[in-house]
């Protein structure tokens, strides 16, 4: 920092203003502010950057949005040398506020308070009332206040200092009490000064904002929402013109688009993610914004970010911060099926799940954001497969081991002449399944995917010299929009068991199901044959199925979603299984022979 940074004078002329930044962003913070304040110097710091300018810009300095907070330097003391005798250099630092001017500073900070109400609400509203904060600083005194309720905070740079931060605080917080007779109050302070002790310089500043910046625009969070003021920051680097679409394909809660459409305003913003809960929170975010003044620009949409429905060169401007934390699919444990840029699906190695299938841009299977996918655990969703034994099993875990193993890949993605795709996956006995159950075995299962259908065809063989028995099933979790407007037929007439309600042999009355509470059934000899169809507004499924006389229908609802840990809280309004079965009976197989049967969903 030059010298000519040092001294706050009078706040009619120049003032240094220093600003929190996050750290390496300062260049594009310091880009911001000579585009907005046109300083008359700037210099960065670590995190920091410092510029000079006039107080009449102080309104302007408020509206910056790469900056997190902001800081009057008072005074900077240079080459200033820390007594090696602890009592010494104390007495040093109290001796530090002596010569300060605190009657300019209290007329600046009276000049900042009308500023201060810009910064704490976090974008204009109607009626022009400050939207409270998020940590209930809402209501700062006019610029008339005298009522100062201040306190002093340290910091310290390194270690070499023989006084420590809390020294600071005491002694030149107690000395400064001593000149201005302001009263200290720690937790609701309405000013605040710092204290940076560098190595060979102090610094005294006043804080201009009583809480960060970056809190603005953002009502729903997530673990990892980003900070406003590094969104800006990203997006600056763009270089975004007007009329760029801008796309931010892993958008989490959406503050890169929401970010850019505040400042770059003749642009349009797309903000695409896979998970449901981001998608919601997006939405939430956006649809704040659109109470409020200004209508916002930014379209929310589920995708894949493997599959984005665009076509080549559509988008100008493509801003992300990548997810961290989450378990990515490596390509080396799935496998995808492609019929066209938008039509695919993926299927897992791990239990041979399809993990899901894109059908016209639109993901048709519903996957848990908070399913493991690296093989601790079955995949909870997409089409896990159930072998040999649904439900709990007295000789192995729940659903039996199929969902559970790494199956091989036999046949890679293939291209049929008629255009549709697909691959062969096996299974096989091995020591870990013969444990749990001695039988030679072979599973096949071929997935096919078409233009607007997916088959998914399981062959079980006995390989070995004795008749086995067992229970299959294809545990397909459909994803809807909303279970509230879904309907699911082809099940009126059969018998099913109840596993909610405890019954046996209850016959079904109603045509068209729609799930509005935990369900838990096996329904025998169900959509036979004109299958299931299963029914949003926007979207209609027809599930068919050869050899799987049964279908168990499956939601587990709010309290059985948020038990399951991999499961995400409100995944149950976004999801129905539909799972085709031969569960009622055991199927009985003789040495040599095979069960073929499979599942075909088409989109109508
Ligand atoms: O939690 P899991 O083992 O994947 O099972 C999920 C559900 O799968 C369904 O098929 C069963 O009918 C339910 O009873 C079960 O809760």
Sequence with gaps: MPPTFCDFSTFKGLVTIYATVPTGLEFTAVDEIKQKIQPEACEIGQGKVYFQTAVSRLCDIHQLRSVDRLFLVIKKFLDYKYDDDHDKAIVDLKALPNDLPWDEVVKFWQ??????????????????????????????????????????????????????????EL??????????????????YNLEIVIT????FVLVGLALTLESLHRRNITHFGYTTLRASIAYNMLRMC????????????????????????EWINCFYFAGDKSDDAVKKSAANVAALNGETVRSCVEVLQWNVKKLPWRSASIDVCVTDLPFGCCINTMANSITLDWSENCSATIHLYGATVTSWINNG?????????????????????????????????????????RISW?????QPTKMSNGDVTTVLQ???????????????????????????????????????????????????????????????????????????GTDNVSETTKEIVVDRNIDRVYRLAGQPDGHLISTPETKLMLTKINLPDTVLWNPWTEKAAAMS?????????MVCVEPGYVSQRKILCAGETLTCSQNITVL
Aim: charged share 20%; glycine share 8%; with cysteine.
């Design 111 to 168: 000049e900042n308070l009308k500023h201060c109400k810009v910064l704490i609400k976090t974008r204009k509203n109607t009626s022009g009332v400050p939207v409270p904060s998020s940590n209930g600083i809402s209501s700062l005194p006019d610029a008339s206040c005298t009522d100062i309720r201040y306190r002093a905070t340290a910091s310290r740079v390194g270690k070499q200092q023989s006084v420590t931060s809390p020294d600071a």
């Design 171 to 188: 002694y030149f917080g107690g000395a400064l009490q001593d000149i201005t007779q302001w009263k200290v109050d720690l937790s609701n």
């Design 197 to 200: 002790l560098g190595v060979d």
């Design 239 to 262: 270089k975004i013109l007007p009329g760029d679409v801008v796309v931010d394909p892993m958008c989490g809660t959406g503050v890169i688009p929401i970010e850019g459409q505040d």
């Design 362 to 402: 639109k993901e048709q299977l519903f996957l848990s954001s908070k399913s493991k996918i690296d093989g601790s655990k079955a995949i909870r969703g997409g089409i896990p497969l159930v072998f040999p034994n649904f439900g709990p099993w007295e000789h192995g875990p729940q659903h039996g081991f199929a």
């Design 407 to 411: 199956w091989k890949i036999i046949e």
């Design 427 to 501: 299974l096989t006995d091995d020591d870990k399944t013969r444990n749990m159950w001695n039988h030679q075995f072979l599973l096949t299962y071929k997935v096919t995917l078409g233009e607007n259908n997916l088959t998914t065809k399981l062959e079980v063989t006995n390989t070995g010299s004795e008749q086995f028995d067992f229970t299959v099933l294809l545990h397909t979790y459909f994803r809807v929009s909303d279970i509230n407007s879904c309907k699911v037929s082809g099940f009126l007439g059969c018998n099913y068991s109840d596993k909610v309600e």
């Design 566 to 574: 991999d499961f995400d809280d409100l995944g149950y309004l976004n």
